[in-house]
């Protein structure tokens, strides 16, 4: 079954050569194009899309506000929001996975990171960029962090098994389930297991979150730079 994007961003140029880009994998399409936020809410709704390609800075509506609508309808459950954007700021990333997206990246990305990210987003995984990744891990490994804005339940974390607090921990370091599965010598399969799991256990939406939920617990603290 091919994957149904939506691109959202009020730049053409920019529209046109993502069109072409997802058009041009065998397993995605683009069934929508949206100028502003509220534009792509409507769209995900009408076209009940697989994924967003958001961009932040729109009229009307911005990206995060956008991902926010979306990410609260229950009706849009299935739905991720990638978002991609030229401002890969600290405080945007914040409010990216806050928000509820599932992936945060630069418009720097090779065409192909860019495809693979939203395989990625669809088969229900998060992705974040290098430096998205550290922006959450300096946010949330203070233990100050873990307040009432939280998107998870942290201190559901105890009730995980021992297998699935070593899987988050990994999941937490970046490792995707592949490089967990070869760490701890099981199946990929045996691995995303895991990791869904202790998503329905903590209430996290997606990976992103889960990595929220590890260094909060303090699970996870950060190593030296």
Do not use: W
């Amino acid at each position: 079954m091919s994957i149904r994007v939506v691109i959202a961003d009020d730049q053409g140029l920019i529209r046109v050569g993502f069109r072409s880009l997802i058009d041009s994998a065998p397993d995605m399409s683009v069934v929508g194009e949206a100028t502003n936020g509220q534009e792509a809410v409507n769209l995900v709704r009408d076209t009940r899309a697989d994924v967003v390609v958001m961009d932040i800075r729109m009229p009307e509506l911005d990206g995060l506000g956008a991902t926010r609508l979306i990410c609260a309808d229950e009706d849009l459950a299935g739905v991720r929001v990638l978002i991609l954007t030229t401002f890969e700021l600290d405080e945007y990333v914040l409010e990216a996975v806050e928000a509820g997206a599932s992936g945060f990246l630069g418009k720097s990305v090779d065409p192909e990171e860019l495809v693979q990210a939203i395989r990625t987003l669809a088969a229900g995984d998060a992705l974040l960029s290098p430096k998205a990744t550290r922006t959450l891990i300096s946010r949330y490994a203070r233990p100050a962090a873990a307040d009432s804005s939280a998107t998870v339940d942290s201190t559901l974390l105890p009730e995980l098994t021992d297998r699935e607090r070593e899987v988050v921990a990994l999941a937490a370091q970046g490792l995707t389930n592949d490089e967990i599965a070869e760490r701890l010598f099981v199946s990929p399969l045996t691995a995303k297991t895991h990791v869904n799991r202790a998503m329905m256990k903590v209430g996290a939406r997606d990976r992103a979150q889960l990595v929220v939920a590890a260094y909060q617990s303090g699970l996870i603290r950060p190593g030296p730079a």
